[in-house]
């Protein structure tokens, strides 16, 4: 078994951010490949802000810090990713978008440990049957925001092998995650058990139950949750929870996953939520909006 010392992260946006981050935290060298500048220079940006932060609370030191930041590089050229022990994909939520990079890693990397995909609920099988080995390709689903969060749930797909599997949990291991096992079913069984719950609170919003503070606060100070439902809405991404809320409906035709109207309007209106400027909240003056 050999180890991940150099991960490829496609995807620079807010989750492939934050596994660079984590990675390059833990001693990892990172190759964060985007096709396109702009997403790069605003992840490098990031990390810079990141880990000045971590400086001035003193969770680390000058020399430390400049250590994390030369271990992270970032390309346009997609055969940066070349130098890579294993590859994490987390791009937009779209199976043929995925399944096209995937095909193409496949072929770049011949030797990877193992291709992964941070997919929330595209079925790994579906990704999986555009490579020439699916028994290397398997889901690492890491959460938000990944600094901070400890879990990352590992899926093995029906062709995913042990040894893809073993080196996938161990390198999450080695940059500080505690690691679940799933099988491939969309959802997990973490988004199986928080979507229905997010779905309901804005089922309760849209129906003028409850304001969208007095929901949130409902679940802050009554069950101890760090943020209120609506606003981790806004702060996972409502096009993000439109996605997994269509992915899990289309799996098992429950009602309680599918995204409500209300979710939708907001979605095709632009309004993504926190890093749009407006969801439930309109965050620049924090009130509710929708
Ligand atoms: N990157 C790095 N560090 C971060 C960070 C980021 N993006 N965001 C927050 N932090 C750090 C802060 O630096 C701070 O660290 P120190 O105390 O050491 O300085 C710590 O986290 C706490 O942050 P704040 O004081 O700014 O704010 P907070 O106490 O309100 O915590 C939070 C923020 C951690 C996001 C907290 O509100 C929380 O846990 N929210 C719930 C998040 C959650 O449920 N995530 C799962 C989403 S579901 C998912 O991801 C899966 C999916 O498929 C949809």
Redesign the pocket.
Known sequence: MADVDVLGIVGAG??GS?IA?SAALAGKHVVVHEPEQAPLDRSRA?LER?VA??VA?G?LDEAGAAGVLDRVVYTTDIGGLRAADAVVEAIMEDPKVKGKLFQELDRLLPDARFLASNT??IPIAEIAAWTQRPERVLGL?????????SLVEVVDAVDTGQEALDDACDFAASIGKHTIRTKDRSGFI??ML?VPYLMSAIRMYEDGFATAEDIDEGMKRGCG???GPLT?CD??GLD??YA?GESLFEEFKRADFAPPPLLKRLVVSGHFGRKSGRGFYDYSGSRAAA
């Open positions: 807010f989750m934050g981050e990031g990141s932060k971590a609370r969770r929330s609920s689903h890491f959460f938000s925001p990944v600094p901070v969060m973490v988004n928080l949750h760090p943020m981790l702060f996972i993000v929870m997994i």
